[in-house]
């Protein structure tokens, strides 16, 4: 019944060798989200999809893209992974609000928990 | 960017025992969620709760949006409510969420 599907769960790759992880969901939310945490820290938004319109944060290293192919999938690639890359990766939906002023919470994936070697 | 502030940092709990998380913020929200992260690193959503009050069976939550807090209480705390509680904040036209710096609970048997 998982809604927000995040694979693989747990990921190894090598300094500096390109790793992507992928998203999908099932609720047909127009809005996805990466969030990168790091050890003993909070969630830190990386970017985001409105639809296809990509908002990157100030602050995301350029080594971290994202590419959104249709409304269901949503994919972090790390060009060249650092030490200080390895984190948990979590993906997250929201639908469309509805009447104004209202709004919708975000669901979260069970995220990718990244590890550098 | 709006504040997040979370308090205690820290809490152990004997089991049975209630408790009460506040999370503090400096501006106008239009998403608040309260989570619960599991030692597996899995982030659950407990509320959604930008205001009023919602109950959950032993959880309940309280936003005061005017007075920028919310409380999240736990009743008849158990083992198994062990982790760390966020407070997530939802600013802007598609409500980027900012997160508080959590709340690490130890209930012990």
């Known amino acids: 019944d998982a809604m927000v599907i995040q694979n693989p769960r747990y990921q190894v790759t090598q300094f500096g060798k390109p790793v992507t992880l992928s998203c999908s969901q099932t609720?047909?939310?127009?809005?996805m989200y990466w969030y990168q945490q790091k050890s003993s820290q909070a969630p830190k938004l990386l970017f985001h999809y409105y639809d296809k319109d990509f908002n990157n944060e100030a602050d995301t290293p350029d080594n971290f893209q994202s590419r959104r192919p249709n409304t269901s999938f949503c994919f972090l690639d790390i060009r060249s992974p650092g030490l200080g890359d390895a984190a948990m990766y979590l993906c997250?939906?929201?639908?469309?609000?509805?009447?104004?002023?209202?709004?919708?919470?975000?669901?979260f994936g069970d995220g990718t928990r990244l590890s550098i070697l | 960017g709006i504040q997040v502030e979370q308090s205690p940092p820290d809490l152990i709990l004997q089991e049975g025992a209630n408790s009460t998380l506040r999370c503090n913020f400096s501006?106008?929200?239009?998403?608040l969620q309260w989570f619960h992260q599991n030692p597996w690193g899995q982030l659950i959503n407990l509320f959604y709760i930008p205001s009023g009050t919602k109950q959950n069976g032993r959880l309940s939550a309280t936003t005061v949006a005017t007075e920028r807090y919310s409380l999240l209480y736990i009743s008849s705390s158990q083992t198994t409510d062990s982790g760390v509680y966020f407070c997530a904040l939802g600013t802007g036209a598609n409500s980027k969420l900012t997160f508080g710096k959590g709340i690490t609970l130890s209930v012990r048997p």
């Open positions: 609720l047909n939310h127009n809005v």
């Open positions: 997250a939906t929201r639908g469309q609000p509805g009447a104004i002023g209202s709004n919708q919470p975000q669901h």
């Open positions: 501006d106008s929200v239009n998403n």
